[in-house]
């Protein structure tokens, strides 16, 4: 059952990664990923 689960993370995806990233980020700098990053890893922390 474990095994069953673990390889179902590892599914093959579908669509274009990089397109995808392109589109969703293309009006934000470096920075401003970096903050929006840390925001959403330290609230999981909290």
Same mark, same amino acid.
Request: charged share 30%; no cysteine.
């Given at each position: 059952?474990? =095994?069953?689960?673990? @390889?179902?993370?590892?599914? =093959?995806?579908?669509?274009?990664? =990089?397109?995808?990233?392109?589109? @969703?980020?293309?009006? @934000? =700098? ?8 840390? $925001?959403?890893?330290? $609230?999981?922390?909290?």
């Amino acid at each position: 059952m474990n =095994t069953v689960r673990f @390889l179902n993370q590892f599914t =093959t995806g579908y669509g274009n990664y =990089t397109e995808e990233r392109e589109v @969703l980020f293309k009006d @934000l =700098t470096l920075d401003e990923i970096v903050v929006a990053v840390r $925001k959403v890893r330290d $609230k999981g922390n909290a």
